[in-house]
């Protein structure tokens, strides 16, 4: 399969920001045609975004989205919307979003079925906080994810991208070593039982894109700060396999 990189630039970057730094990215890394990139901006730059990678490989994805297609949910963003606007793909149950915000396994698991019926690829994002890892629940929190999450659509798992993303190593500057990475791609594997890709997710830079990239069970990476930064995230899109 084609490796899938893709940048998650959260609440950051106003239109104009965007507009320059996704004209570095395709000047630096624009032509590369053997893995596939998502540039994931802020919902107020998807527009500008759309409108100048157009005409280039790279596709479009949103951070977020409600399980409802309209109504009155103030502040909230349709994925029907995000579809008109040229997004394929939506991140769904991102750490930040389940501990901050607190999105529950039953929310994100309406987010999947509707992204799944209007047609966006759902980044599915799984992972466990420090503490549960230290307590020895990392198999067991990724275990309730996966069944929660995907209750009801067990036939369409194939069009989902999952994405382990360790909360503990989200802009933390600590990252899972390739191997403690690798081992639970295969546990997700192992339950879901059926051919998914799964991106890692959790500080990738470009100094240790290469080395996560080597493992035969991670298909890809979801990059947080460092798709911020033209010339890493360039890096990264170029990593050497």
Request: hydrophobic share 40%.
């Amino acid at each position: 399969m084609i490796p899938i990189i893709a940048g998650n630039w959260k609440m950051n970057k106003d239109p104009a920001e965007s507009r320059k730094l996704v004209l570095q990215l395709l000047e630096l890394a624009g032509d590369v045609r053997d893995r596939e990139v998502i540039i994931i901006p802020p919902f107020t730059s998807l527009p500008i975004v759309a409108e100048v990678i157009r005409n280039s490989r790279f596709k479009l994805g949103a951070q977020n989205m409600h399980w409802e297609k309209s109504g009155a949910y103030t502040g909230e963003i349709s994925g029907q919307f995000l579809k008109a606007l040229g997004c394929e793909f939506v991140i769904i149950g991102h750490s930040e979003r389940r501990h901050i915000i607190g999105e529950t396994d039953e929310m994100i698991n309406k987010k999947l079925k509707v992204a799944l019926e209007i047609g966006l690829i759902s980044i599915f994002c799984i992972g466990e906080t420090e503490q549960e890892r230290e307590e020895g629940k990392t198999e067991e929190v990724i275990f309730r994810q996966l069944k929660e999450g995907l209750k009801g659509i067990e036939d369409e798992i194939h069009k989902i991208i999952f994405a382990y993303e360790p909360v503990w190593a989200i802009g933390t500057g600590k990252t899972a070593t390739p191997r403690q990475a690798a081992e639970v791609h295969g546990f997700i594997r192992r339950q879901v039982k059926k051919p998914i890709t799964i991106l890692y997710g959790g500080s990738v830079k470009s100094d240790n894109i290469d080395s996560l990239m080597a493992e035969k069970e991670i298909e890809g990476v979801l990059v947080g700060g460092a798709s911020l930064k033209a010339e890493d995230f360039a890096r990264i899109i170029k990593f050497r396999d």
